[in-house]
């Protein structure tokens, strides 16, 4: 993208009545952000939607006065600007009707073939959310998953700093510019995100954090993964609506289940009774259900020397090694495991390097 595409389209963002699919649209029909603002008024108006109000404002001329202002923070702050039809913006956003335009992104930023998961809940976390969180990216540590959230307090943050431990890479999609960081309390975490990771958003360094930034906010978060983590939630909440919108994307959605009498396991367990999630109690489901291969970050998984196996692990290990590949339903049954153990006991010994996933949901031993 040139210098003066993205100019037009800082414009372009600027008039009034264009969202983001509006501005696609026409985009689209002439070809650029350049050729919208040189296309004559009767041609957009054969554009369906585009009104004559539209068509006003797009020859206001003060669009461009903001665009340039905006043009000269990204240069002198050496942001990064990914525009939707290019090849460095996400490619799950790609697909979202109502993705962002351009997206704005510091740090170290590669989503490049990599395991994306979004990770949200409650501001209010408790001892019960943490640990679950904890031991949910300690065991997905070795697949190196890119973990995505808000970098709100509570869940967001707990999951941020997480990833940071394990030395994944971690992204702070945040509903403002990125000429400032909220909640202010946060900013002792930026360098180190932006040194694992870094963050991301559709807003320019005029917007400020608002309410309705937020839920825009959560479209990014919902949009750019390949599912939606809800570790807990009251009845009602963002992260709520993060999973409605990863729902309406078509994406997978997982929930933390938990005490009927939980204030913040509420909002989790409406989801999995309403079916609007999958009911998640380990590493070993997000896996299964994502049908992700299990890699090292380091060296492809190969069998370990004087290891360890627990008397069911040993039971699982010997029934593929006389019977060889099998898939996860008859291993449980020949067995006799349930199947939400022997999910979890597969993932481990997968780990420990003594058995490896195969196409069509098979295992064998190693």
């Not at 707990?158 to 509903?175: N, P, R, S």
């Not at 932006?194 to 958003?201: I, L, R």
């Not at 420990?352 to 195969?358: A, E, H, N, Y």
């Amino acid at each position: 993208m040139t210098e003066q595409e993205l100019f037009h389209l800082l414009a372009l963002q600027q008039v009034e009545g264009v969202g983001d699919i509006v501005a696609k649209k026409l985009i689209n029909h002439c070809g650029s952000a350049v050729e919208v603002f040189k296309t004559k008024s009767s041609q957009l108006a054969a554009i369906d939607g585009i009104g004559s109000v539209l068509l006003k404002n797009i020859k206001d001329k003060t669009v461009f006065e903001k665009a340039e202002q905006e043009l000269q923070f990204i240069k002198s702050n050496e942001i990064k600007v990914s525009y939707f039809q290019d090849e460095n913006y996400p490619d799950r956003l790609k697909h979202c009707i109502d993705g962002p335009v351009l997206l704005f992104t510091s740090g170290k930023i590669d989503l490049k073939n990599k395991k994306i998961i979004s990770i949200v809940g409650t501001r209010q976390i408790t001892s019960y959310g943490m640990e679950f969180c904890r031991k949910l990216i300690e065991d997905l540590a070795p697949l190196d998953p890119v973990i995505i959230s808000g970098f709100a307090y509570g869940v967001d943050i707990f999951a941020h700093q997480l990833a940071m431990e394990h030395d994944l890479q971690t992204i702070g999609v945040v509903a403002h510019g990125l000429n400032q960081i909220y909640p202010k309390t946060h900013k002792k975490y930026v360098a180190k995100v932006e040194q694992n990771g870094g963050f991301m958003t559709e807003f320019w360094s005029s917007s400020n954090p608002e309410k309705e930034n937020f839920v825009r906010r959560n479209r990014i978060v919902a949009g750019i993964s390949e599912a939606t983590i809800v570790i807990e939630s009251a009845e009602r909440g963002g992260s709520l609506i993060t999973a409605n919108i990863a729902n309406d994307y078509n994406r997978d959605v997982f929930a933390v289940p938990g005490r009927t009498t939980d204030k913040y396991s509420q909002g989790c367990n409406n989801l999995i009774k309403t079916q609007k999630a999958n009911l998640l109690t380990s590493a070993a489901d997000l896996v299964y259900i994502l049908n992700w291969d299990i890699e090292s970050k380091t060296k492809p998984i190969q069998k370990q020397l004087f290891v360890t196996l627990e008397n069911d692990e040993q039971k699982v290990y010997d029934y593929l090694l006389k019977n060889g590949k099998e898939l996860m339903d008859i291993i449980a049954l020949r067995c006799d495991f349930p199947i939400y153990k022997i999910s979890g006991m597969l993932l481990n010994m997968e780990l420990k390097g003594v058995i490896r996933p195969l196409p069509g949901k098979l295992f064998e031993a190693i």
